[in-house]
Every structure is written in C-alpha cells, then in structure tokens.
C-alpha cells in the first residue's frame, strides 16, 4: 500500500485522528501550562489575600460547619445562594490559604492548557495547530491575570475546555445508542457543572442541547431513536438546575436557580448615575462608582426604584441598613426592581449602555487604571487585537478546509459559537467588562490557531469516521 504523502513531509506529524505519537508535545504544553500559570500566579501571591467576590468566606463557612452560607459577625451560619456553588466547594476541599489556593489555579490552568491541546486534536490531525492553541491560552493575558484571582475564571476556563473535548470526540468511539446516550450524559454532566461554576453558562447549555439535537435530526429519519442522547443530555442539565434550585427552596425559602446576586449585577450595568456618565463622561475612560456606592448603601433609606432616590445626596446620612429585616432573597428582589425601573424610565439609555457593555466586553485594549502602565495596556491590546484576526483566519479557513463536511464544520464549531453569543447577549444586559469573555478564549484559541492548518497533511479517512451528529 502506498504510503500518505503527509507521512513523509516533516512539517506534517503524527497524521492520526487520535493523539498517538503526538504525547510527546502533550506532555511539553502541559509543562509549559504549569510552569507560566505557576511563575504568574506564586509572583502575585499577595493578590490571594483579597476576596473581593466572598468566595473563600463561603468556602470557609463551608469547610468548618458543614453550610454553604456566611458567617456573621456573631458567629452564627447563614445559608446562602449569593454566589454558585461550584468554586467555593472545590475551596472548601483546600485550606483555603494563598498558597493552597495558588497551587490549585496552577494546576487548574496547567490542565486547560493539556485540555486545549487534546480538544485542537480532535479538529486537526497536525500537531502544531493543537500546540498553537495551547500556547495562546497558556499565556493569554486575561486568563494570567485572573489566576492571581480568589474568582471563578480559572475554574471556568478549565471546565469550558472539558465541555469542548467532550463535544469533539471522535465519534467512531460512540457506535451504538447506549454509548451515544452515555456519551451524551457526560456532556451534561460538563454542562451542569459549568452552571453550577458560573449561571450565565445555563444559556450556553440550551444552546448546546439545541444544536445536539438538532446536527442528530438532520442526520436520520428515526427520529425518537438518535433524540434519546439529546433528551438525556436536556435531562441532566434540567437534573442540576432543579438540584441547586430544590436546595435554596429548603435553605432560603425560595426558587432561587441561579444566584442572589443577579439583581445587583443588573443594577451595576444599569442605574442613573452610570447613565448619567455615558451621557456626560467619555465612555473610554473608567467610571467612577463611588457615588453608586454611597447611594446603594442608602437603599432602606429611600425607595431606589425612583429618580428621586439616585438625586438625593446621600454623604450626610447615617446608613441604617443593619436596622432592616432585610433577606437575602428580597434584597435581591428590591436591586433587581430598581435597575428594571431605571431601564423602563430611559430605555434609550439601556439600548445604549447594552452596546457600550458589548465594546467593553470584546475591547482589545483595556482601561487605563492606576495599578496599569499604558505600554501594558497598548501592550495587552495588540495582542487581543492580532487574536481576533488570527480567530478570524482560521474560522474562514475552517470553513473551506478539505476532509471534512460543511454540516461537520458547522458541528464543531457550534460550541464555540454559542459562547460568543451567550457571553454577548447576557453581558449587553447585565455588568460587562474585559475579564467576563474569559471562557471564550480556549474555543477561540482553537479555531485561531486554524491558520497554521495545512490540507496536505490531513488523512481522507476523517470523511469515513463518523459524524459528530452520531454523537
């Protein structure tokens, strides 16, 4: 039999849809993943003291009463959905101390970088688009700086990259409906637990279920015989909402299914003092929240869903907010009507502000802020900006690529897609800003790292493998 011409071109290794010969430079991104994120993350231990987001005092709160709530001043455990539960468990396992939560960034992003990289494999059968989107996620920007961060990003890109492996398997290795179906189950498993890391995610899963049943109707006439993965997909996701959902019934009361949280990340993203800067203020420059601090301090002092409530100078009075029998639940109610009061009263303005969000939210160059050089941010700018034109590249590229169907293409990149959309779509609305398209960037180092895709070198027998709608 004659031999591929792939296989005796050097620039061409390890032609093989599966990751064969080519653990040698998994094992080398993995190394480099854990070596950068650990230089970065140990250079900046002292930013682990800060818990801006009260994710570590959940997770202590967690780890010695055995209650996902805070603990108040007078010792007492309150149980509480303020923030996804996902993070501060995996916290809780740890001693919640910098050191043992740099180790677990640094393990985390070393794993995103191993699982971009076996994820680029399943697009390509080359070696060096794979390690080209490892090595672009291995020192993205956003991703190192939050890795310095008590946050959720790291957690969330690593899980993203999980629900992207899964979803590009080979599916040659899930003949049969059972391992389809069992196939499908992990996926949603991925799927819930990126919910449970970050709500906004639940929007992806429904995209991701949509798009799972529908590559799987397009491919056969049986139709309730291929919707049985897509239906047990839908089930498990729908499994972990309800799951999360039931137990703030019985901890709060209430069917919270996502956070208490929402309603003042609503508000951030839209009141009238940050209208009043988009109207006034140069919107390149950053807002100054202080004086919606004070006002929003002073929210039992007056009614915020009024105008007259964000006019009111606020600096000489005493906050008797301790002073109200306030919950968790209805504080999040009262923040939530206020910012949908100030979007009915200039609904303008919240059209407006929704397309500064979406700028701020894909902006090459961030803000200029005191803890930031401007070479650093011209710095990070250039290299978002040749990100997105090399994502640019290889999304057309992929498109007109050889060895694979159109419907093929479109499967694959179906996921990728849809975190764009979601991220977009849900941050027009609520708070946005640089960090939050940190999910996105291991599908999109993937399809930028396309440009380096070479036809020649891959194998025809992609064509006979199977289709990802068997999946």
Known sequence: MMASPA????????????????????????????????????????????????????????????????????????????????????????????????????????????????????????????????????????????????MTETLAAFIVTAVLWQWSSPADQFEGSVKRTIHAVALGLLLGLAYLCRPTFLVWAVFIVIGHAWISLRRTPRVWGRMVPSIALAAVVVAMVGAWTMRNVRQLGHPVWATTHGGYTLLLANNPMFYRYLREGDVGT??????????????????????????????????????????????????????????????????????????????????????????????????????????????????????????????????????VVTLTAVHAVYWSNLRMRAPSIPGLAIIAALVCYRDDCEKSDWETSGDVANR
């Open 7 to 150: 296989r005796h071109d050097e620039r061409c290794e390890n032609p093989s849809p599966r990751l064969g010969g080519g653990w040698v430079a998994c094992w080398v991104v993995l190394m480099i993943g854990l070596v950068v994120r650990g230089a970065v993350v140990f250079a900046f231990m002292d930013d682990f003291e800060a818990d801006p987001d009260a994710y570590r005092a959940i997770a202590d709160t967690l780890s010695q009463s055995g209650v996902y709530g805070m603990t108040g001043f007078d010792g007492q455990v309150q149980p509480t959905a303020f923030r996804p539960p996902l993070y501060p468990a995996l916290l809780s396992w740890t001693s919640t101390s910098p050191i043992a939560i740099a180790m677990l960034h640094t393990l985390l992003g070393g794993l995103t970088v191993l699982a971009v990289y076996v994820t680029a494999r399943h697009w390509t059968v080359q070696v060096w688009p794979p390690a080209m989107a490892a090595l672009m996620v291995g020192i993205d920007p956003i991703l190192l700086q939050q890795s310095t961060l008590v």
């Open 286 to 419: 950053v807002w100054d929240p202080n004086d919606f601090f004070e006002a929003y301090a002073h929210r039992y002092d007056g009614d915020p869903t009024t105008q007259e409530f964000w006019q009111t100078d606020w600096s000489s009075t005493a906050v008797t907010l301790a002073a109200v029998e306030a919950t968790e639940v209805s504080d999040d109610r009262l923040v939530g009507n206020a910012a949908k009061a100030a979007i009915r009263r200039e609904p303008e303005m919240f059209f407006g502000s929704a397309v500064v969000r979406v700028v701020r939210l894909w902006n090459p160059m961030p803000h200029l802020t005191p803890g930031r050089s401007m070479a650093l941010s011209a710095a990070i700018g250039v290299y978002y900006a040749v990100f997105y034109v090399l994502a640019f590249l290889g999304w057309a590229k992929w498109k007109r690529r050889s060895g694979r169907s159109s419907a093929e293409r479109r499967a694959m990149i179906w996921p990728v897609f849809a975190m």
